[in-house]
């Protein structure tokens, strides 16, 4: 039950912080379009966004069975843990649409692309907990069609957010790498590397990120 209620906290900051992404393309996408056809887009879109989501996540859990891809799978989401801590995010190219469709399309598309990070995210917490995972999915449906706003004042005023989603990433990022079966085999369940590991990875990324985050302010 503990494991639970941590994996659910988890879940909770991981989402508050990736899905604020999303939410931003809505609102980018859907800019140009009268009032009226901004809330039919923003349902649409999110509806087919959260659809696709749910296909990704069906094959995120199958690929992180196969041996030597959840090692992968770490090092990926350390990588999407760096960025989040850089914020090197290209929204000034999404383009907004003139038309319903074009906005509806923009918004699927343009989620698809970004929602590897939460979908991975999710999967690697919840540990193919499907109930947990569900959770995580459900919890993600208001953020990308009410949160944009709130998202981004929350994170001005308590910029310690992205950090400490950053640490999540990257403590969860280690506990992949030690999952994975061929590496298991290198560091034994329950050794002092296979209990070191998230801590040396939660400590890399926001290192890493922090001096690439300084190294870009004073370039």
């Known amino acids: 039950m503990e494991w639970w209620l941590i994996a659910i906290i988890k879940i909770l900051i991981i989402n508050l912080i990736l899905s604020g992404d999303n939410a931003i393309v809505i609102a980018l996408a859907s800019r140009h379009l009268p009032p009226h056809q901004q809330k039919i887009a923003v349902f649409w879109g999110a509806l087919g966004a959260v659809t696709l989501r749910v296909v990704l996540t069906l094959i995120a859990i199958q690929l992180l069975q196969i041996p030597f891809l959840t090692a992968l799978g770490a090092i990926l989401l350390v990588w999407i843990a760096i960025k989040l801590i850089t914020q090197q995010e290209e ?8 038309t319903l469709k074009g906005a509806v399309m923009t918004i699927i598309i343009a989620d698809f692309i970004m929602s590897l990070d ?14 947990l995972i569900f959770f995580g999915l ?7 069609v009410w949160g944009s706003q709130l998202i981004l004042k929350l994170l001005e005023k308590m910029p ?21 079966a061929k590496v298991a085999y290198y560091i034994p369940h329950g050794s002092f590397w296979h209990l070191l590991m998230p801590i040396i990875s939660t400590i890399f990324v926001l290192a890493i990120g922090w001096f690439k985050r300084i190294k870009t302010a004073y370039a």
Do not use: Q, R, W
């Open 91 to 98: 929204h000034e190219e999404i383009k907004a649409s003139h």
């Open 160 to 180: 310690v957010l992205i950090y400490l989603g950053a640490a999540i990433l990257g403590f969860t990022a280690g506990e992949m790498l030690v999952a994975d």
């Open 118 to 131: 939460n979908v991975l995210a999710i999967t690697a917490v919840a540990k193919n907990d499907f109930i």
């Open 138 to 144: 459900v919890f993600s449906i208001p953020l990308i």
